[in-house]
């Protein structure tokens, strides 16, 4: 009998043990295995004026962010703003994205000024850090910066009153324009559940707001002084893709910030208006000089490149081809200067050509446009320029005549031998026939009065 009870007791414990060993198990695999941290989110940047590598950016990124399995993108901006065209295209990669994007403008003293107030406006969350602006999207083409049409004003409770003028009659096409513009930002607002009417006065009258006001105004959802206030905020906020409700999960999340490539960066190197026209001044200059000089290769290799590239980003930006075409023949009139010197008529009339072409070489488009002080100091050079070949023009006509027959008359001779009528004298080392009305005697001056072929009049010297 106690043989047997010893067994139980032993094969109750073994039991014991056996139903332990498989929650011990289980507890080790969830220790070893914790939950894996959230995806990073991916940061965006617009700075400066946007052009299409600025769009080219912002495509590639929203592609990288949804295969690196982001939650959402953030995209800080800090404009003026760029191409309508450009603009657009932005504007459809967010509006096709399958991820959330939130536009930030920031740092404390940005703007999204023309056509950053779409993209804002285009995006799923709006935030704006303190001390920021927004607005002013009138299409630059009706009236640079002033409002085009008949505006309204905002006052100092934010709400808006008439203005107490109207703006200059718009043209048909211009009205096409603004009313194209209107319809398009309204239709975010409305996507996006922002303030529709502020967006048509920002476009219809140019009208702008800081942080704080837009706020008030339902334009942007939140202000945030940094990116950490902004993850804070973002927090379990949700928005519509589709079909489906997303909601932000922020809590513990990192941000991931992607910088434009080496493509993108050249690209909007070239594409900056100042690096696109010096270009084209290079290559101008570069197929002259081969021209002027030939056999000389790298002038023309390097102008022949240069021109190319240049052509390229006027491709890309918005380029007038009439002021194009005055900066090409101011500088080619300007150039024949050197080499048919006409007083200065060709190098005045190309140098007026090349500054007026200069001027209005792009559409307008803020921050796409030719620096005036470039230009200034461009048209200042070749002012001085062309001056100085006028002055050395005029001083050489001024000039006595050092060749030919006209420089040896009045020039002293010497008799090579005695003669009365007809003999021989020595000019310049050599020896030249010579006819006298007087007699001449060997070694004795005399000057030359007349040059009839190889034969010179001489006359005594008194």
Known sequence: MRLASILARTAAVLAALAACVPAAAAATVATAAPEPPPAAITALEIRGAIGPATAMYIQQGLKIAQHRGSPFVILEMDTPGGLASSMREIVSAILASPLPVVAYVAPPGARAASAGTYILYACHF??????????????????????????????????????????????????????????????LAQLRGRNADWAEQAVRGAASLPATQALQQHVI?????????????????????????????????????????????????????????????????????????????????????????????????????????????????????????????????????????????????????????LIGGLATVGGLVILGIVYLATRAARTPVVTGTQAMLGSVVEAAEDFAAQGRVRYGGELWNACSGMPLKAGQAARVVKVEGLTLWVEPLR
């Open 126 to 187: 709006a935030a704006m850090a303190p001390a920021t602006n927004l607005g002013a999207a009138t299409p630059v083409s009706i009236g640079g910066s002033e409002p085009a049409p008949p505006a309204q004003t905002p006052t100092k409770s934010g709400k808006s009153a008439p203005a107490s003028e109207a703006g200059p009659p718009l043209s048909a096409e211009e009205r096409k324009v603004l009313n194209d513009s209107i319809a398009y930002i309204r239709g």
């Open 221 to 373: 959802d939140l202000i945030a002084p940094d990116l950490p206030s902004l993850l804070t905020q973002l927090n379990g906020r949700e928005t519509r893709i589709d079909e489906h409700t997303v909601r932000l999960d922020t809590r513990g999340a990192r941000v991931l910030w992607m910088k434009p490539d080496w493509r993108t960066r050249l690209l909007a190197v070239i594409t900056n208006p100042e690096i696109a026209y010096g270009l084209l001044l290079i290559g101008m200059w570069g197929l002259l000089f081969e021209g002027y000089h030939p056999g000389g290769v790298l002038p023309g290799v390097v102008g022949v490149i240069c021109i190319l590239v240049a052509l390229f980003a006027f491709e890309l930006l918005p380029t007038n081809f009439a002021g194009l075409a005055l900066l090409v023949i101011g500088a080619g009139m300007m150039a024949a200067e050197f080499f048919f010197p006409t007083y200065g008529s060709l190098g005045i009339g190309g140098l007026i050509a090349f500054v007026v072409g200069s001027l209005i070489l792009f559409a307008g488009a803020p921050g796409l446009h030719v620096a005036l002080p």
